[in-house]
């Protein structure tokens, strides 16, 4: 991909986004977006072939940024609250905050995928391939605090869905200490269920 080009998807995936969190993705249209990024309908289909490519594109590139954000926390040399799994959580979850432009974007996007079987089969693809890359962390998190994971499946489909639950109850009391707190706690249990002291 040559720099032009890069630059160019790079402005209509700025700009979808924008769009995406003021007008809704089922309200928004191809024109919206190009008008606001600045190009034409050619360059739009010359870099997706619909508004659906373009979110999971946008998808993949968040979810990549949160990895490295997770991953980082671990590779930063700073110790990871060893032996103090609910530290070691919080510390971790401080590294990826919440967004609430993103959490509608996405909230959007499957509803209407849930509409559309072919499309719902990709989405769950791509979070099954977004658990397989976040699990190898997680199992490096718990290790620090001298836990083995006991089930890989069953502890990435637990964090997803206490992920998706306690984001929205901070998103929807911004500022509130309880809901954080209560996510942290829930994040730390279900490592708990998951998860065994290591073996000396």
Known sequence: MTKRRAETRQRLLDAAFDAFAEEGFGRCTVEQICERAGFTRGAFYSNFTSLEELFLDMWEVRSGQMLREVSGVLESGTDVAERDLRAGVEQVLRAVPLDDKWFRITAEFT???????????????????????????????LARVGRTVTDREGLGRAVVAVHDGTATQCLLEPGSTTAWDQRVTLFTQVAMAYSVPASR
Not at 113 to 127: F, G, I, S, T, Y
């Open 111 to 141: 509803a209407h995928a849930l509409r559309n079987p072919p499309l719902r089969r990709v989405m769950v693809a791509r979070e099954n391939a977004i658990v397989a890359a976040l699990l190898p962390v997680l199992e490096a998190l």
